[in-house]
């Protein structure tokens, strides 16, 4: 049931609650929030502008909407104004951004500004995913750490609500936007991944050249003894781990003969994917390896990545993978 705690509220108490957590962590989320119902008065009118090309692309190859640049300068913007942030990654820019900060205490924050933005133009529901790291004071190129080392990951996802969800390491906090009121009101306390899962979701197109191990383990999800799981995929990261970290499920985007590496972003979607499901008792992968643990090689790393339930993500796990 929806309380009437805000998101302000919240983080005072868990200040106090847990005084280990840096205050600067609690400012930045609450400026996150901030930026998002900024990003959310975009995208509700998204539909009635005719321009959705920005007409470049990101250092991914893809077609950046307008809506990726001004989710990513409204983060940058408000994050900068702040001054918590030293340093900035984001997938819209190629290098990291450095912001003039007093701050002493210096941080970094990857995000994705506007993930599964090609689903703006039909209305599906899409996200900001983010990650913050304590840094050095001087930036060295390359001064990556795992996922492991997050102080703060989350998402906001826009769908039929706004919804904003978080974890330092102390559990999993969901907040719906009241847009009547313009807050952020906690929604989800503590949320768990149910132990019976409901769902998976893949690119059922990938098939063919899946590894002979992973169309098993797919095979095997829709004849499972227990009763097969429903297949659901929109093709937007957010919404698609959203749905299964409520009710139960794996989504899987794993490497394949066009996307060797995957097609996922270690640095600014698995790793705080995956810090959140972990947090709410479940698990990902990138086949091989647990995603908090891998040494990132560059900010824009892409991986695969098999996140949901733990007994779903190892059945995908393989020490040894056939070829394609
Ligand atoms: O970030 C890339 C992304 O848009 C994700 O949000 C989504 O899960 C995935 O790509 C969809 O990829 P595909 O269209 O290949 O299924």
Redesign the pocket.
């Known amino acids: 049931m929806t309380s009437f705690k805000t998101i302000e509220q919240h983080l005072i108490e868990l200040s106090s609650q847990y005084p280990q957590i840096p205050g600067n962590i609690t400012n930045i989320l609450y400026n996150i929030s901030l930026a998002s119902k900024m990003i959310r008065k975009e995208i509700i009118v998204a539909g009635l502008q005719s321009q959705h090309e920005s007409g470049t692309t990101n250092v991914h190859g ?1 077609h950046v909407k307008t809506l990726d640049l001004t989710a990513n300068k409204c983060l940058i913007d408000i994050l900068s104004a702040h001054g918590q942030f030293s340093y900035i990654g984001s997938e819209e820019e190629d290098e990291i951004v450095t912001i003039e900060s007093e701050t002493k205490e210096p941080y970094v924050i990857f995000f ?1 500004p506007l ?5 703006i133009d039909v209305n599906v529901s899409v996200g900001t995913i983010f990650s913050v790291y304590k840094t050095p004071e001087k930036w060295k190129t390359n001064d990556l750490h795992p996922g492991s080392e997050q102080l703060l990951a989350g998402y906001v996802i826009y769908g039929s609500s706004v919804m904003l969800v978080y974890t330092t390491g102390n559990g999993v906090f969901g907040f719906t936007y009241d847009p009547s009121i313009g807050e952020f009101l906690l929604s989800h306390e503590n949320i768990t991944i149910p132990d019976t899962p409901k769902y998976y979701s893949i ?1 059922e ?2 098939y063919p050249s899946l590894s002979a191990h992973e169309q098993q383990t797919l095979d095997s999800f829709k004849t499972s003894e227990q009763g097969p799981l429903s297949s659901r ?1 929109v ?4 919404a ?1 781990f959203h749905r299964n970290l409520l009710k139960g499920g794996v ?1 899987a ?1 794993p490497s394949t003969a066009k996307s060797t590496e995957g ?3 270690l640095m600014y ?1 698995a790793n705080p994917l995956a810090f959140i499901c972990e947090q709410a008792g479940g698990s990902a992968s990138n086949g091989s390896q647990n995603i908090l643990e891998i040494q990132p090689q560059s900010i824009h790393a892409k991986t695969p990545l098999f996140i949901g339930n733990s007994s779903l993500v190892n059945a995908f796990n393989k020490t040894t993978k056939t070829s394609k």
């Open positions: 893809e994705d993930d599964g933005s090609s689903n690119n197109s990938l995929y093709g937007s990261l957010v698609d989504f985007y097609k996922l972003r979607e």
